[in-house]
C-alpha cells in the first residue's frame, strides 16, 4: 500500500487479542504507522517499563463488564480475539468463547459509538478447513461468492461474527470489515508447517495449497483501520502465491477432480482469491514461501531471510 493512499490521520485503535500471533502483528503495524494503540488480551499485563507506547489492558472481553470498560472513546476497533482453531479445546467452549466476545465487544461498541469494526474472521466460514467430512471447496479459486458452509464449532462461531458484524452496521450506521484469512504462517513456523506439502506432492488442502504471511495480513487489517468502506463487506486474505509454487489448474484437475477452476492470473496462483480486498483497500501481500524456504521445503539461511 502506497503512501499516498493511506489516510495518515493518527487514529486510537483498540486491538483485541493483542497477544496472538494476528493481534502482535497488527499492533506493531498500527503502532508503526503512527497510531495511538490499546492492546488488550488475556494475559496479565507487564508493569515493567519496556519502551513501548503501546498501552495494555487486561481484559476478558466474553464478560460484558470487560467488554464495556475497554470498548470505548477509540476510532476504531481491529477484534482478533478468540479460540483460534478448534483442535485444543472442546467444541462447545470454541462457538461460545468466540461468540460470547465478539457480540460483547460489538454491542459494547454500539454501546459507546465506535464508528469502524475491523473483525478477524476466517476461510473457516466456507466449511472446508475444519471439516467434519470429506468437503472441498466447489469451485477454485474461492472468492467472496462461495456459499457460507460452515459446520463445525469453530466456521461457525466466525459467520456468526460476521453477523454480527451485520447487525452492528445495521443498528449504528457505522462501518465494518470482516477479513477472512486462509491458513496464517509466522516466519518461525513455515518450515514445520509446510514441509509435509513437500515431501508428499500428493498431499490434498481443503483450501487448495493457499496461506498468508503473518505480516501480510496485518497490512490488510491496517489498511482496514486507515480506508474504511462503508457498510459491512466481507474480504477473503491469502498469500500471491500456493504452497510449493504449483501449477494449481494442473494440481486441482489431479487431486481434487470435479472442481471447476476459473481462469488464473498466474501459474502457481493461490487458490483464494483476494481481489477484493485489494480493490477496497489498496493492499496486495508482499511475501511467499520463498521468502523462508527452498524449492524443496529446506529453510533458508538467515542471511537469505534477512
Same mark, same amino acid.
Request: aromatic residues 8%.
Given at each position: 500500500m502506497?503512501t499516498?493512499? %493511506?489516510?495518515?490521520?493518527?487514529? %486510537?485503535? !483498540?486491538?483485541? #487479542? ?5 493481534g502482535a502483528?497488527t ?5 508503526g504507522?503512527?497510531?495511538?494503540v490499546?492492546?488488550t488480551?488475556l ?7 519496556? #519502551? ?9 472481553l ?5 467488554a464495556?470498560?475497554?470498548? %470505548?472513546?477509540?476510532?476504531a476497533?481491529?477484534?482478533?480475539? #478468540?479460540?483460534?482453531?478448534?483442535? %485444543? ?7 461460545? $468463547?468466540n ?5 460483547a465487544?460489538l454491542?459494547a ?18 466449511g &472446508? $478447513? ?25 466456521g461457525?462461531s466466525?459467520?456468526?461474527?460476521? &453477523? ?16 477472512r ?7 518461525d513456523?513455515?518450515?514445520s ?10 498431499? $490434498? ?11 501480510d !495480513?496485518?497490512? !490488510? ?10 457498510g459491512?463487506?466481507?474480504v477473503?486474505a ?6 510449493? #509454487?504449483?501449477d ?7 487431486l481434487?477432480?470435479?472442481?471447476p477452476?476459473?481462469p !488464473?492470473?498466474?501459474?502457481d ?27 524443496k ?7 537469505a $531471510?534477512?
Open positions: 502506497s499516498r493512499d %493511506r489516510n495518515s490521520t493518527p487514529q %486510537r485503535v !483498540l486491538v483485541t #487479542g493483542a497477544r496472538g500471533k494476528v502483528a499492533v506493531a503495524a498500527l503502532a504507522a503512527g497510531h495511538e490499546i492492546a488480551d494475559g496479565r499485563p507487564k508493569y515493567d517499563a519496556d #519502551g513501548s507506547n503501546v498501552r495494555y489492558v487486561q481484559a476478558d466474553a464478560q460484558p463488564g470487560d464495556f470498560a475497554i470498548v %470505548r472513546d477509540v476510532d476497533v481491529v477484534h482478533a480475539a #478468540g479460540i483460534p482453531e478448534p483442535t %485444543r479445546n472442546v467444541a462447545h467452549t470454541v462457538f461460545l $468463547t461468540v460470547a466476545a465478539t457480540f465487544v454491542e461498541a454500539t454501546a459507546n459509538r465506535v464508528p469502524r469494526v475491523v473483525n478477524l474472521s476466517s476461510d473457516s466460514v466456507t &472446508m $478447513t475444519w471439516a467434519h467430512a470429506p468437503f472441498e471447496g466447489l469451485r477454485c479459486p474461492i472468492d467472496e461468492t462461495h456459499p457460507e458452509l460452515a459446520h463445525d464449532a469453530y461457525l466466525k459467520r456468526v461474527g460476521e &453477523m454480527l458484524c451485520e447487525a452492528f452496521v445495521t443498528r449504528t450506521g457505522g462501518s465494518a470489515v470482516s477479513v484469512p486462509t491458513w496464517v504462517l509466522t516466519a513456523t513455515y518450515a508447517n509446510l514441509r509435509p506439502f513437500f515431501d508428499d506432492p500428493d498431499l $490434498t488442502s481443503a483450501v487448495f495449497w493457499s496461506y498468508i504471511d503473518v505480516d !495480513l496485518a497490512d !490488510l487489517l491496517l489498511a482496514c483501520v486507515e480506508r474504511p468502506n462503508g459491512h463487506e466481507t477473503f491469502a498469500a500471491a502465491d500456493n504452497i510449493g #509454487g504449483r494449481l489448474a494442473k494440481e486441482i484437475t489431479r481434487h477432480p470435479g472442481v477452476v476459473a !488464473l492470473s498466474r501459474t496462483d493461490s487458490g483464494i482469491d483476494s481481489g477484493k480486498a485489494e480493490a477496497l483497500f489498496g493492499w496486495s501481500p508482499r511475501r511467499s514461501w520463498r521468502n523462508y524456504l527452498d524449492d521445503g529446506n529453510p533458508l539461511a538467515a542471511e $531471510t534477512s
